[in-house]
C-alpha cells in the first residue's frame, strides 16, 4: 500500500497548480474542497506525487510516497509538520 507524507517540517501542503490538477483528476467541483480533506492514500495524489516530483510541492512541503504492508492499520502522524506513518495500536492513560 502507498500512502504520501511530508518528509521536512513544515506540513503537508500542494502547490495551487497541483490543487487544481489534483481536482480535476478526482471529480471536485466543490469550491470549499480543502487540502486536509485529500486521503494521504488516494490513488490520484500518489501517481501526481510519483509524475510530478517536487512540482506538487507547496512551498512548505517535501512530499513522497511511502510503501507499506497490506493490510496494516494505520496513521499519519507528525511533529512540526514532518511526518511519519506508524502503525495504529492501543494506548491508555
Given at each position: 500500500m502507498k500512502i504520501v507524507i511530508n518528509s521536512e517540517y513544515g506540513g503537508f501542503g500542494l502547490s495551487d497548480e497541483a490543487m487544481t490538477e489534483y481536482k480535476k483528476?478526482?471529480?471536485?467541483?466543490?469550491?470549499d474542497f480543502w487540502i486536509w480533506e485529500i486521503p494521504r492514500d488516494c490513488p490520484h495524489?500518489?501517481?501526481?506525487v510519483e509524475e510530478g516530483g517536487t512540482d506538487v510541492n507547496d512551498r512548505y512541503s517535501y512530499l513522497k510516497v511511502?510503501?507499506?504492508?497490506?493490510?496494516?492499520?494505520?496513521?499519519?502522524?507528525?511533529?512540526?509538520?514532518?511526518?511519519?506513518?506508524?502503525?495504529?495500536?492501543?494506548?491508555?492513560?
Open positions: 483528476r478526482a471529480g471536485i467541483t466543490d469550491s495524489l500518489i501517481e501526481m511511502v510503501e507499506i504492508p497490506d493490510g496494516v492499520d494505520w496513521q499519519i502522524c507528525e511533529y512540526d509538520g514532518l511526518e511519519w506513518i506508524a502503525e495504529k495500536h492501543r494506548t491508555w492513560s
